[in-house]
């Protein structure tokens, strides 16, 4: 199977900062990455897709200015969360489908608490 | 979009029982895959199955896609075995996107 990474695991700051997540692709290129995220005791949702060299499309609900996202390289995609608050607390998962393979694979996650 | 729907939402065993979670979905769909989402947060890949059944030591899967609907075995159960377990569809036309159900929360005693 294909690998998916995550940085960092987890990660604390203060409300009002901002938070970059990084997903990358170790073993295949992605021009294509999900972002999801998941509240405690629920499942996951989509936020948005990250495409490589565009713009992101986001699903409905989810803030385009508040949540940033990069595809910088066909390897590496970033969340970055701007001015953080506590209600966006939770654990944020990417996924990316690898060329030649039907099932999509998932990073391990990042679990971001905002005090 | 489309719904998908798990049952039961908990489930308690005693280590060695079986047991068969189920999924179903309201429209057809190109990926469907089973996940277990262990303490850590971390999900594991079970079963990349659309359609047909597959076996992997003492889990099996199986789909009937015209149906709609998705069944995961587990047998023996262990300790090991406890988490969440997601069924989660691509909808057509999201290139490769998932759509999670809400999961069955497995616990398995000693």
């Known amino acids: 199977g294909a690998v998916v990474s995550q940085h960092p695991s987890w990660v604390i700051c203060k409300s009002g900062t901002s938070v970059k997540i990084e997903c990358r692709s170790l073993?295949?290129?992605?021009?294509?990455m999900f972002w999801y995220r998941q509240f405690p005791k629920q499942s996951l949702m989509l936020m948005a897709t990250?495409?490589?060299?565009?713009?992101?499309?986001?699903e409905q609900g989810v803030e385009k200015d508040k949540f940033l996202i990069n595809h910088a390289s066909l390897t590496l995609s970033t969340l970055t969360v701007t001015s953080a608050h506590p209600e966006d607390s939770s654990f944020y998962i990417c996924?990316?489908?690898?060329?030649?393979?039907?099932?999509?694979?998932f990073g391990p996650g990042t679990r971001l608490t905002v005090l | 979009g489309i719904q998908v729907e798990q049952s039961p939402p908990d489930l308690i065993l005693q280590e060695g029982a079986n047991s068969t979670l189920r999924c179903n979905f309201s429209d057809s769909v190109n990926n469907l895959q089973w996940f277990h989402q262990n303490p850590w947060g971390q999900l594991i890949n079970l079963f990349y199955?659309?359609?047909g059944t597959k076996q992997n030591g003492r889990l099996s899967a199986t789909t009937v896609a015209t149906e709609r609907y998705s069944l995961l075995y587990i047998s023996s159960s262990q300790t090991t075995d406890s988490g969440v377990y997601f069924c989660?569809?691509?909808?057509?036309?999201?290139?490769?996107?998932?759509?999670f159900g809400k999961g069955t929360s497995l616990l398995v005693t000693p």
């Open positions: 990250s495409n490589e060299g565009s713009k992101a499309t986001y």
């Open positions: 073993d295949f290129q992605a021009t294509t």
């Open positions: 989660a569809v691509e909808v057509s036309n999201s290139g490769y996107a998932l759509n």
């Open positions: 996924s990316a489908p690898k060329a030649g393979e039907t099932q999509q694979f």
């Open positions: 199955i659309p359609s």
